[in-house]
């Protein structure tokens, strides 16, 4: 044995004993509660110090503005906890929700432009209801509330455009930072991400976070669904799931589910046009179950159905317009499925596969 | 697995990103559990400074740099979390001493030694080897020859000067080989 063999004789680190999975994830937590205690303990000095009373609402908002730089977006924002904060109003009408009022856009459809300038016109396809609204400084939220049975898009201050879907919410600053453009969705939106190599793109939902440069893409995550779906066209996107621990990336036509519940998800190869027609107008299905179809003509029409037995083991293939009335759409689909379609009401309807 | 992609992290994690602070500590933790161990036996304590450095990590966010190399960094933070934490156990239980043992190595087995006989022999060669270095010689070959560190990485972990750093690398290399010398002639 001479000097150099000496050191292979020395245990290695590699086979000193590691901290079990369950170590590693019981530390994390205890960090991430701990540096929650301190942020906590933080903003109550400063409240002290500058002498405010301040709401849980205000508090949050303080939280961002004094201890983020004003540039960058504000570690672990708490998107659910502003969902919650807007309930959903009896109102049937898109809502834009900024801090300190909300503004009621009619109309199916609505188009709302973001200037650097930080202002916001609003356009509907109701009359020429034309609305330019003077925006807060980059730290704001703002939060769209989509209902059944409308649809609105955005086109954001960087060029992202977004389309989003009946039932929907997004959640996302009046102007994006300089270190990364991040939105928090629930429901379904179409976005085309303007490129820009510095500013990294974070939709998040519940259960994902998806990473991307510059791309187009589909997100499906609406909360009463087990299943969520992220769609790509084209671009590259990084899906991290599973509270943080895992990822994935897609590539152009691949969609990939993910089960919240059990915070498992799949690649699968689609054509990722047919989940963005949407956005266009129509609705394709191929072998798609009729309960499915059923669903999202629900969440499109804001209307119930009440589904008769038999009726999943149905499904159905070919394109649906919705620009058509309801009544049309259904008698379209009685051609396809062995249905009978009672209609008890404007809004709910009796479905029944035919005896 | 790039320093790139380490920095990278880095600067989405100061920038706010809380996926980024869970991948450095993911990719890093058991990196810091295992070195740690060659300063104490005792798993707790090093989990309790674990969570310090990362702590303190958050806490500083808005002020740290991108350090030239993400593991040393965090090696060096943990260095210190530890001493600072048998120091202070040391004052308070005099039945504990600071920082006894110094910096720990142990033989390691290696798969192809099957004889258990020549296995001990070479174990017990190694013990005697490590006995004869300083807690500092050890330390410093470890970085060196097991972490495989540049010169200038073991300079901040171990706040030397880049001369003495050599001296000491040289030092410890003297007296292996003495001590093999001596094992020769028994």
């Known amino acids: 044995m001479d000097t150099s063999e000496f050191f292979k004789h020395i245990k290695k680190d590699s086979a000193l004993p590691d901290l079990s999975d369950e170590e590693r994830v019981a530390l994390w937590n205890r960090i991430v509660s701990g540096n929650r205690r301190y942020d906590r303990r933080y903003l109550r000095w400063s409240l002290i110090a500058t002498g405010a009373a301040a709401s849980i609402c205000l508090a949050l908002l303080l939280r961002q503005s004094l201890f983020a730089p004003p540039e960058q977006t504000a570690p672990e924002t708490n998107y659910v906890a502003m969902l919650q904060s807007v309930p959903a109003a009896a109102s049937q009408e898109v809502r834009l929700v900024l801090p300190d009022k909300q503004i009621a856009i009619e109309g199916k459809d609505s188009e709302l432009d973001y200037s650097r300038e930080g202002e916001v016109e609003i356009r509907s396809d109701k009359g020429d209801v034309t609305k330019a609204e003077k925006l807060q400084s980059a730290e704001v939220f703002n939060q769209l509330v989509v209902p059944f049975g409308r649809r609105s898009s955005i086109t954001f201050a960087d060029g992202t455009q977004m389309w989003v879907n009946s039932g929907s919410r997004v959640i996302y600053p009046a102007n994006f930072g300089s270190a990364v453009r991040e939105i928090f969705v629930e429901g379904e939106v179409m976005l085309d991400v303007r490129r820009d190599a510095r500013r990294p793109f974070i939709v998040k939902t519940r259960g994902m976070d998806i990473r991307v440069m510059g791309t187009q893409f589909n997100v499906s995550a609406y909360d009463n669904e087990d299943v969520a779906r992220v769609a790509l066209l084209n671009g590259k996107v990084c899906v991290v799931f599973a509270e943080g621990k895992e990822s994935v990336s897609l590539s152009p036509n691949q969609m990939f589910s993910y089960d919240g519940q059990a915070l498992t998800g799949e690649v699968s190869s689609v054509n990722a046009e047919d989940f963005i027609a949407w956005r266009d107008g129509y609705f394709p299905f191929k072998m798609q179950a009729l309960t499915d179809v059923l669903r999202k003509l629900s969440r499109y029409y804001n209307v119930r159905f009440t589904m008769g037995e038999g009726l999943s083991r149905l499904s159905c293939s070919g394109k649906l317009h919705l620009n058509d009335n309801l009544d049309d759409v259904l008698g379209i689909l009685k051609k396809a499925a062995p249905i009978e379609v009672k209609k008890e009401s404007d809004t709910t309807y009796i479905i029944n596969v035919k005896p | 697995m790039s320093e790139e992609e380490n ?12 996926e980024a602070y869970s991948w450095l500590y ?34 500083s966010r808005k002020s740290l740099p991108t350090p030239a190399n993400v593991k040393v960094y965090l090696i060096v933070s943990l260095k210190n979390s530890l001493l600072r934490r048998m120091h202070r156990e040391s004052v308070y239980d005099r039945n504990k001493d600071a920082h006894s043992g110094g910096f720990l190595l142990e033989p390691g087995v290696e798969e192809r030694f099957i004889d258990d006989e020549s296995q001990r022999a070479v174990e017990e060669k190694i013990v005697r080897l490590l006995a004869v270095l300083t807690p500092r010689q050890r330390e410093i070959m470890y970085y060196r ?40 002639s028994d």
């Open chain 2, 145 to 184: 020859y097991i972490q495989e560190m540049e010169f200038e990485e073991i300079c901040s972990v171990m706040e030397l000067s880049y001369q003495s750093a050599q001296n000491l690398i040289q030092r410890s290399m003297k007296r292996i080989r003495e001590s093999f010398g001596r094992g020769r």
């Open chain 2, 7 to 18: 920095k990278a992290h880095w600067s989405l994690f100061l920038a706010g990103n809380h």
């Open chain 2, 26 to 59: 993911n990719k890093y933790v058991q990196v810091l559990y295992r070195y740690g161990q060659h300063l104490t036996s005792d798993g707790e304590m090093i989990k309790d400074c674990i969570q310090e450095v990362f702590a303190n990590l958050y806490r």
